[in-house]
Nanobody
Framework: QLQLVESGGGLVQPGGSLRLSCTASGLRYYAIGWFRQAPGKEREEVSCISQGAGTTNYADSVKDRFFISRDNAKDTVYLQMNSLETEDTAIYYC????????????????WGQGTQVTVSS
């Protein structure tokens, strides 16, 4: 079980940017996904990156605005979020996975506690 910790959330105006980080000892051995859950909505997968960073995918709603990357030497995965919209407001979670399969993370295991992102003017 990984002890995943997210950081970097906050309040930002529409059109702004934030970078989320997900860290855990041993994270380098896993695919990692970012998920989000807005009030009253189901949790959705935002992006996933393979263990070696060779494969990434994105939800259609964030494509070309969000970018996932990782630094395995630091056991950290990042989610760069640009051109933020009010609809991006949610709690963002990272989670470990066995691999990227198709358009999503497969066999999700450990979860972080989440970080709040609020996009508002």
């Amino acid at each position: 079980q990984l002890q995943l910790v997210e950081s970097g959330g906050g309040l930002v105006q529409p059109g702004g940017s934030l970078r989320l980080s997900c860290t855990a000892s041993g994270l380098r051995y896993y695919a990692i996904g970012w998920f989000r859950q807005a009030p009253g909505k189901e949790r959705e997968e935002v992006s996933c990156i393979s263990q070696g960073a060779g494969t990434t995918n994105y939800a259609d709603s964030v494509k070309d605005r969000f970018f996932i990357s990782r630094d395995n030497a630091k056991d950290t995965v990042y989610l760069q979020m640009n051109s933020l919209e009010t609809e991006d407001t949610a709690i963002y979670y990272c989670a470990s996975a066995s691999r990227v399969y198709g358009r999503s993370c497969s066999e999700v295991g450990s979860w972080g506690q989440g970080t709040q992102v609020t996009v508002s003017s």
